[in-house]
C-alpha cells in the first residue's frame, strides 16, 4: 500500500475513534440558532446594496442565537435567500474567536483560527489556520480540547473534521476528559 494512503487511512481511523470518544460534540450545537437574526457591532462598518455585503472592522462582534463570533475584520454576504456567510479574520491574540452553546446542556463550544468561515445556509464553521476547539464547562473550565492546522464542522450532518498537515507541528492534537459516574466533571 502506498505510503500516502496509508497515511490518509491513519487519519481517518483516528478522526473516527476521536469522534466516538471525544465528547467535545460540536454536533449538539444550540439548534434555535439558525432561526435567529444575525446582529454585528463594529467600530465601522460599510454596505454595499448591490453585492448584500458588510465589511465589518475595529473590535468586532457578530451574534447569531447563543454564536458568538469575535475578530478585528470581518465580511458579511447575505445571499438572495437570506442566509447569511461570515468570514472573519484576526480578533483576540490574532485568532477569530467563535462560541456557541450545546444544545441541552451548560456548556459552550469555543473554536479559534487565523481564519473563520461561517455559513449560516449550510451550517458549516471552518477555522483555517492554527485551528484550536475547547469544549467548556458553565464555569469555563476547559474539559476536551483539539488542535489542528484546519478544522471543518457541519452541523447538519453533526460531524467534525481536523485537518493536520503531516509535520510535526501541523499533526492532530487531543486532550479527552475522563467520565466519571456517567458526568464529566
Known amino acids: 500500500m502506498h505510503y500516502k494512503t496509508k497515511v490518509i487511512k491513519l487519519i481517518s481511523l483516528i478522526i473516527f475513534l476521536f469522534s466516538a470518544c471525544l465528547n467535545i ?7 434555535a440558532d439558525k432561526d435567529k437574526p444575525l446582529n454585528f457591532e463594529s467600530n465601522n462598518a460599510s454596505y454595499d446594496d448591490i453585492k448584500q455585503t458588510y465589511q465589518l472592522t475595529g473590535n468586532v462582534l457578530i451574534t447569531k442565537g447563543t ?8 465580511t458579511v454576504k447575505v445571499n438572495p435567500d437570506g442566509y447569511q456567510n461570515a468570514v472573519a479574520v484576526g480578533g483576540p491574540n490574532g485568532l477569530a474567536y467563535i462560541r456557541q452553546k450545546r444544545e441541552g446542556l451548560n456548556e459552550f463550544v469555543e473554536g479559534y483560527g487565523d481564519r473563520l468561515e461561517y455559513d449560516s445556509q449550510s451550517d458549516v464553521i471552518k477555522l483555517i489556520g492554527n485551528a484550536k476547539v475547547l469544549r467548556l464547562d458553565a464555569s469555563n473550565k476547559i474539559i476536551d480540547q483539539i488542535k489542528a492546522p484546519h ?26 476528559a475522563p467520565k466519571t459516574g456517567g458526568k464529566n466533571e
Do not use: D, F, P
Not at 460534540?25 to 439548534?31: F, G, I, K, P, T
Not at 478544522?151 to 479527552?176: D, H, K, L, P, W
Open 25 to 31: 460534540n460540536l454536533a449538539y450545537a444550540e439548534l
Open 67 to 74: 454564536i458568538i463570533i469575535k475578530t478585528n475584520s470581518a
Open 151 to 176: 478544522m471543518i464542522y457541519n452541523g447538519r450532518n453533526e460531524t467534525y473534521q481536523a485537518i493536520g498537515n503531516g509535520s510535526s507541528g501541523g499533526r492532530v492534537r487531543a486532550t479527552i
